[in-house]
DNA sequence: TTTAGTTTCGAACACTGTTCGTGTCAAGTA
DNA sequence: TACTTGACACGAACAGTGTTCGAAACTAAA
């Protein structure tokens, strides 16, 4: 195969004078949108930039997906490849599962607000259904019944994204580390710290533990508080 | 003045009748928006919408919202205004904590996809304050520490919109009922059973399993989830 | 009646996703 | 070599979007 002799590598981007651009593919399109995801973000994602920046027209891409949507998924996809699969001969199932979900929250982290796409739609692009597949080994390793397992992985995928977006969020609105977010979470502290005490007791009591701890922190409370209340799923009972 | 004496030229189409239209208000506002996203869904709802069919122009609603996304902010505190609030009476927490969950669903799910917009940002709104303030009541109420409240009830409510959008997005694509579903349910089993066999065992193995349950099913799986997690948390520890 | 101040809103701006029909160019055939 | 064919490329246009500006219309005080 003389393909093998020059592998076009899909990270490197194009360049903008169209006279050396390569003769446009999906691949190429991917990775050109994922390169602007992750420098301006994905409201900056239009299918006239992503053109722009491959050197053709808006029209151009739709050769090659029907629409932008499809496009976001396939770039979701192509995120969720990044993340390592869990492995199903962990000696503990619990430890397993947390880190991979830490990881998966890394991943979507590391790419902006791409993870805003990830809504409802049950994702079925092949790295998701290996990243499922994955998981459904591990969860089913450990004895729970197939029925939870598969309920209980919705469920963790969906805190993870919801969580990512959050955090996505707070760094677009510059608060990215805990420090720049502090005077942030001041403020909702002091707002809430003064709302007539007759009418919100516990909110006012709870100001300072309404916005306490990192988003590490409320993400890992999270992931366990769901597997607390699965534990009692797998074999062995609830005793973990 | 002279210059009312001249007749307006009656070819030149006039103005559009002034109706019988009240003076334009955030409430007025608000409510036609509302009635907008209830008929036609929120991909449906722009400015120039909500203003025709207040008949004036979009320029005007920015006197009373700053911009689009203020006024989806108040429609959605409208919206969960309409939640009743949960009593930290009530005899058993727990059933009255889930009594609420299935409540703020509802009303959620009652508004078409309006509840897209409940993303991440904490939501302030007098209603939402309102809520917030009965629901930390009684997880204090239950002997939960003040933070493991906090954060709880951040969970909480993620569940619950997931939910309610995924519902919405099944919504929007025809399957609002159970037996409308079937036919895509069935489409995606069918799918996953046919997947290559050594590559996704389980995946084939749990076709069936993945789809099953009906909407209702699958929230209260989540909500018990996420409760029995709690529940150690609660005075008299994780028995109950 | 004049003036001042506020409210209203048509028109325009800079975008968006998507489609149409033409343009380009390499491979296949005569 | 000359001609045809068909797939890909893409400029221009369409129908929409949120938002701003400045002029008009109305209201209330002087």
Redesign the pocket.
């Known amino acids: 195969m003389s393909a093998a002799a020059i592998p076009a590598p899909p990270w490197r981007a194009p360049k903008k004078p169209?006279a050396a651009?390569q003769?446009?593919?999906a691949e190429a399109v991917l990775s050109t949108a994922l390169r602007l995801v992750d420098r301006d973000g994905l409201d900056?994602?239009?299918?006239?930039?992503v053109?722009q920046e491959?050197?053709?027209?808006?029209?151009?891409?739709?050769?090659?997906?029907?629409?932008?949507?499809e496009?976001l998924e396939q770039l979701l996809d192509r995120v969720i490849g990044e993340v390592p699969l869990p492995s199903p001969a962990a000696p503990d199932w619990v430890a397993e599962v947390k880190r991979s979900c830490y990881a998966s929250r890394a991943v979507f982290c590391s790419h902006r607000d791409l993870v805003k796409v990830a809504r409802a739609n049950i994702p079925v692009g092949p790295n998701s259904l290996r990243y499922t597949e994955a998981m459904l080994a591990v969860l089913r390793g450990a004895g729970i019944p197939d029925r939870i397992a598969a309920w209980s992985l919705d469920q963790l995928s969906l805190v993870i994204v919801a969580d990512a977006v959050e955090a996505a969020i707070h760094a677009e609105h510059g608060r990215r580390t805990e420090a720049d977010a502090e005077p942030y979470f001041a403020q909702v502290r002091d707002y809430l710290a003064n709302l007539p005490a007759d009418e919100f007791p516990n909110l006012v009591a709870m100001a300072s533990s309404m916005v306490e701890g990192s988003g590490d922190e409320r993400f890992a409370f999270a992931i366990d508080l769901m597997l607390g209340g699965l534990a009692r799923y797998a074999r062995g009972g609830d005793g973990r």
């Open positions: 169209p651009r003769p446009l593919s900056a994602l239009s299918m006239r930039r053109a491959l050197g053709t027209g808006a029209a151009s891409l739709y050769a090659y997906f029907a629409n932008k949507e496009l």
